[in-house]
């Protein structure tokens, strides 16, 4: 059953230049995005975002998850699941991540068709959610700082 909240996953790489981050573009919708996903039965965020990278990069956390202050609300609307969380529920939370990819090579799942290593300004550029902008701000600074 699926759980009322969200994780955001951002995959990151360090290079001389500085740290890249991996953009996907969506299969079913014409924008780029990071790992996305929500939490399955009773598994915690920090699970469900182990889960979401493993399944839709092919990446195993293997104690490489970071996770961020960043956080949002999505509206209950937004997910096919959200008349099961009750009349009480209006917006769930999005728990926000980074893992290190290091050297491997990312399997998409079929739930994308692309995806781009980029530097922070470029990453903003693609993204479309101000949620994913957000996050990667926060990441970017602890990686830089």
């Known amino acids: 059953m699926r759980a009322p909240f969200q994780v955001l ?12 981050f991996a953009a996907l573009k ?6 780029w995005q990071f790992v996305a996903g929500g939490g399955e ?11 979401e990278a493993r399944e ?7 104690g490489r998850l970071l996770q961020l202050d960043s956080m949002t609300t999505v509206p209950k609307n937004c997910f096919a699941a959200g008349d099961s969380w009750g009349p009480e529920v209006h917006a769930i939370p999005e728990h926000c991540f980074a893992i290190d990819a290091g050297d491997s090579l990312l399997a998409l799942s079929a739930e994308h068709t692309e995806v781009r290593w980029v530097p922070y300004h470029q990453a903003c550029r693609l993204l479309k959610w101000d949620s994913n902008r957000n996050a990667l701000r926060e990441l970017n600074e602890r990686l830089r700082g």
């Not at 969506?26 to 924008?31: G, K, T």
């Open 41 to 51: 039965d009773d598994e915690s965020p920090a699970q469900a975002a182990e889960r």
């Open 26 to 31: 969506r299969r079913d919708a014409p924008y």
């Open 9 to 20: 996953v951002i995959p990151f790489r360090h290079r001389a230049a500085g740290p890249e």
């Open 56 to 62: 839709e990069i092919g990446i195993a956390a293997n």
